[in-house]
């Protein structure tokens, strides 16, 4: 049976792990501050239904072979901060041991310092070379050295702080880095503009042995969307249609755009699904003018959802080339 330990009994434990017996909130690995010893096992859980949040103060065991679980998932220092749910367990194999863990129930927190961070509740939290700054009180996260090239064979892993929701903010993305092996994935899938304004979740980088050549990025974090998702958003001359604004078009529409080195990026905001309509899409050199996930956009793609990115250069495509396309909810 399950052994409640402690005044107020913040947490239920069996086995050998033990409450502090200096803090009540915070339990540790079996003859904590020295080693733990070999075939140990142990689950603790609350004691009561109080939201409690999971603070680690320290973590140091034989990697791969001895395991902290937290609510069934491996140890990660991102649960720092979480809401604790379920039960926490400890189990060592039969070789070596390490140092041990110390880990905390509290009430509240607002954030935890390391080594070398100190991380706020709802702010990034930042494992790898990445780094942090602010813009306009906004929250972001660069690629290092942004925003200049990065190195070889760098990772980072970002999340939430404490788990809470924010909203994801492409602040930059050189559009290099989707030709390269370096990833950006959120989710487990790779990163677009089209993921402005979606909840943020698991964020990973990495970069491959190459040289950078580009690939600069920057993601912030919002208390709330900027706009409204299934919106255009677009970098460049083009426009939105002033009687509906579900449609886009080349810039002095339906007049030439003229000469010149101009060019547009669009996608829809949020991530959320919007079907592509054309309306006009003139073809004086034989080729159309806009490309959608680097192929181009002839009739027959009409009906697709628009993902990830239009994009359209005046350089590619001469002066009396001008398009107007919608994204709609249903096609």
Known sequence: AAESIGGGAVWLVTGPCTVDAADEECVTSPSYPDEYGSREACTMS???????????????????????????????????????????????????SAGGWRICARRAITSSTTTTRTFVLGSWYIDGPCEAAMEEGRQCVTSPNFPEEYGANLRCSLSIFGGGTRYLEVGYLDEASGYRADSLLMDGVELTHHDSGRPIGEVTWSS????????????????APRQEPGTWEWTGPCDLDPVDSECIMSPQ????????????????????????????????????????????VFDDREGEAIHPVLSWSAADTGSDSVWKVCARREF
């Open 208 to 223: 491959d042995a190459m040289t950078s050549v580009g690939g600069a990025w920057k993601l912030c974090a919002l208390d």
């Open 253 to 296: 529409f339906p007049g030439s755009y003229g000469a010149g080195d101009l060019r547009c990026s669009m996608w829809i905001y949020g991530g959320a699904t919007r079907y592509l309509e054309i309306v006009r899409m003139d073809m004086t050199t034989g080729f159309p003018p806009l490309f959608m996930g680097g192929r181009p």
């Open 46 to 96: 609350m004691a009561g239904p109080e939201t409690r949040y999971l603070v680690v103060d320290r973590y140091e065991v034989e990697q791969g072979y001895d395991y902290l679980t937290v609510g069934g998932r491996l140890y990660d220092p991102r649960f720092d901060g979480r809401a604790i749910k379920g039960e926490i367990t400890w189990t060592s194999d039969e070789s070596m």
